[in-house]
């Protein structure tokens, strides 16, 4: 079987999610591409920055947002390593994301594939297109290695 390179905003993701890992943080990473033009990047930071809200789907939006100078990021992508929960699901809604691409599942906390499936409610704003399990061995071992830690 033949196997494929990560796309490079998986890769730039993963990286992202490798920076909160370093940093004591829930290692989960993101950007936002449009056009192919990476426009921001974050990491997961609810520790450092002691916001609840500091994952790293929030902080990238909250970047792309101002430097595309508005509330709207409609063309844009989303690449994510972990399904995103239900506040980060509901702001990719609010923020008119064309393109989610995430890596691992979240059974317990996600709200894609899993949960409140946020994107499949009647009332939702906007439904991106959703892909799932790019980088997800990659975002899943990270994921597993920071646990394993601090047990």
């Not at 998986?10 to 370093?22: D, F, K, T």
């Not at 449009?34 to 450092?48: M, Q, W």
């Not at 409609?74 to 809604?93: F, H, N, Q, R, S």
Request: hydrophobic share 45%; proline share 6%.
């Amino acid at each position: 079987m033949t196997k494929w390179p990560l796309p490079e905003p998986m890769v730039l993701a993963l990286a992202q999610a490798r920076e909160a890992q370093s940093a004591g943080e829930v290692p989960v990473g993101a950007v936002v591409i449009k056009d192919g033009e990476l426009i921001a990047s974050a990491h997961n930071a609810p520790r450092t920055l002691r916001d609840p809200t500091a994952h790293a789907e929030m902080l990238v939006i909250r970047q792309a947002a101002a430097k595309l100078g508005g509330e709207r990021l409609e063309g844009c992508e989303l690449w994510v390593t972990l399904e995103p929960c239900a506040m980060c699901a509901g702001a990719i809604a609010h923020a008119r994301i064309a393109r989610l691409y995430y890596g691992a599942s979240d059974p317990k906390g996600g709200a894609v594939e899993h949960g409140a499936r946020v994107f499949e409610q009647e009332r939702c704003l906007h439904r991106p297109e959703v892909y799932a399990g790019m980088g997800e061995a990659q975002a899943a071992e990270l994921l597993r290695e920071f646990f394993r830690e601090r047990r």
